[in-house]
């Protein structure tokens, strides 16, 4: 007579090998971390017993295996039933703590305003995101997508209009943001260096590199002996000027190398534009100032070389003053245009100074058509333009430079201080003036790297006073070329230990370089929507009246 025997409930009791009389293992599914715990409280629970082991001799002890246990019952029966799982060997959550990272931590998610700001500086570097994917995978790095990660169109890097530069910045340069605007860059912390390095740096080399042409025609002209001015002077300025040079040139073009996207917002800048003639003017001063100890004679090859660049920037910029679009020159007209038509005049007088005097007088043309154009859109202020800000003041320094280099150009080429020379050394000579008498016109300003151009404008002025008496001799024109020199020397040698306390003393040279990180469009504030509400109950009341 066979006896049946059903298997105990314990789990406790050990399984002994060869007993079809084996204990049953019953696994419970917890949550893999104490959030989920309260959520999971209202889902039905259901435990099956599970088989720990195969045993050949008991086929029908392990058929009888099929006992299930609910212990749900007490809600509907219409909810789906949860089975359980084994639960997987070690503790999520001791893990978790024992590496720092917990999952769906509160810290973490607050952190992803911060990573999203740090992240828009990639926006401006040239290619960023393909070769941090090639180094990170050439380190051995793993690839991370994140998912708050931004898409780089929100924050419209791409090509401005140049009336939205003037609607959302001010000051001498265009580099103060209005209030009503906002920055796709946070503005809180500083910037990386090259971000905040801009073209208008090579005001520097303008500045040094002209006063080393002045004192070298001081110390060659002859109604100037009287001063006794040493070639020292020349060389020093000039091996100062070469090396300004040298450390502006390679850090701007680690900039356009690593952070393009910036030099572009630069490019579209209505001011910043124009100085992408200086660093090809500072290259030409540099050979015209060369120290006769070095060389005396040019080779016209670097004519060509340093011309090249200035003359497909001119096709570039005066093709859209002509064109009629958003950039013509009534609607971008400011002094700094003037770095544009100087590049002209600086090349004739190099290019007559190497000999090639048909390229000289074909330049001296192109600048004379322009310059007359955008002396006379500036002086007469079209009531198609708008108003320049009071901050760009500084800029009318730059109305002197092209007729004072432009008299000296023309002197080189003819070969005397002729009545062309005069007639625009005379309107250089009554426009300084006008300038020097108005001092309450530039007061107040905050200091700038750009300043440095101004400066190159005194020494035209100042090199034209001393070909003019070279050519007049007159103790008149001699003082007047003693003392114009000395303002200029004067204005480059305080705007040096300027700049050297900014640097080095107070560290504001370089601050956050704004007029490269406006957004596209003017942010919609919500004032605006008010008081353009209530502008329309007004009216609808009035015609309701």
């Known amino acids: 007579m066979s006896k049946t025997v059903h298997p105990p409930l314990q789990p406790s009791l050990p399984a002994i090998p060869g007993n079809p009389l084996h204990s049953h293992v019953i696994s419970i599914s917890m949550p893999n971390s104490p959030a989920k715990f309260q959520m999971e409280q209202a889902k039905k629970v259901s435990f099956q017993p599970q088989k720990v082991g195969e045993d050949p001799e008991g086929p029908i002890a392990q058929n009888s295996l099929t006992t299930s246990f609910n212990f749900a019952r007490k809600k ?17 959550y001791a893990e978790a703590m024992a590496s720092g990272v917990v999952p769906n931590a509160p810290d973490n998610r607050s952190d992803g305003g911060n990573k ?24 051995g790095k793993p690839q ?6 931004v898409n780089p169109r929100e924050h419209e890097i791409e090509s401005l209009p140049a009336g939205r530069y003037f609607d959302a910045l001010q000051g001498p340069e265009l580099e103060i943001l209005r209030d009503s605007e906002e920055l796709v860059l946070p503005n809180d912390k500083q910037w990386p260096f090259l971000l905040r390095f801009p073209i208008s740096c090579f005001g520097m080399c303008l500045g040094v590199g002209s006063q080393a042409v002045l004192w070298k025609t001081l110390a060659q002209t002859p109604s100037m002996e009287f001063l006794h001015v040493p070639d020292i002077i020349n060389l020093v300025l000039w091996c100062v000027g070469l090396l300004t040079q040298i450390t502006v040139f390679v850090v701007y073009t680690l900039k356009c190398i690593f952070y393009f996207e910036a030099v572009r917002r630069e490019y579209d800048h209505p001011v910043r534009v124009n100085f992408f003639f200086a660093p090809w003017i500072a290259c030409m001063f540099l050979a015209i100032g060369v120290p006769p100890h070095i060389t005396t004679t040019l080779h016209p090859a670097i004519w060509c070389v340093f011309m090249t660049p200035i003359l497909c920037l001119e096709l570039k910029i005066y093709g ?51 310059y ?47 009545y062309v020379s005069k007639i625009a050394y005379f309107i250089s000579l009554f426009l300084y003036t006008s300038l020097v008498v108005r001092l309450n016109f530039f007061r107040g300003f905050r200091f700038s790297v750009a300043w440095w151009a101004y400066t190159f404008p005194m020494t035209g002025a100042a090199v034209a006073t001393i070909k003019y008496s070279n050519e007049v001799r007159h103790p008149i024109t001699q003082s007047l070329a003693v003392v114009l020199s000395f303002i200029a020397s004067l204005t480059v040698f305080s705007l040096l230990l300027t700049t050297i306390l900014h640097a080095f003393v107070w560290g504001t040279l370089f601050p956050n370089d704004i007029s490269i990180a406006i957004t596209h469009k003017k942010r919609k504030t919500k004032k605006n929507k008010k008081s353009a509400g209530g502008k329309k109950d007004t009216i609808l009341s009035k015609l309701s009246l």
């Open 144 to 149: 991370e997508r994140d998912s708050e990660a």
């Open 76 to 92: 509907s029966r219409k909810q789906a039933k949860s089975f359980s799982q084994p639960i997987p060997t070690g503790n999520s």
């Open 116 to 139: 999203v700001k740090d992240r828009n500086y990639a926006y401006f570097k040239t290619r960023s995101g393909k070769l941090e994917h090639q180094l990170s995978r050439f380190r």
């Open 320 to 370: 859209q003053w002509m064109s009629g679009g958003s950039r013509r020159l009534s609607q971008v007209a400011n002094p700094s245009n003037y770095l544009a038509v100087v590049g002209n005049f600086v090349g004739a007088l190099l290019g007559a100074t190497t000999g090639w005097k048909e390229g000289a007088i074909f330049f001296f043309a192109v600048g004379l058509a322009h």
């Open 372 to 418: 007359l154009v955008l002396f006379v859109t500036l002086y007469q202020r079209l009531p198609t333009n708008e108003a320049l800000p009071k901050e760009l003041h500084p800029v009318f320094f730059l109305f002197i430079a092209a007729p004072s280099v432009a008299s000296v150009a023309w002197e080189k080429i003819q070969g005397n201080f002729g």
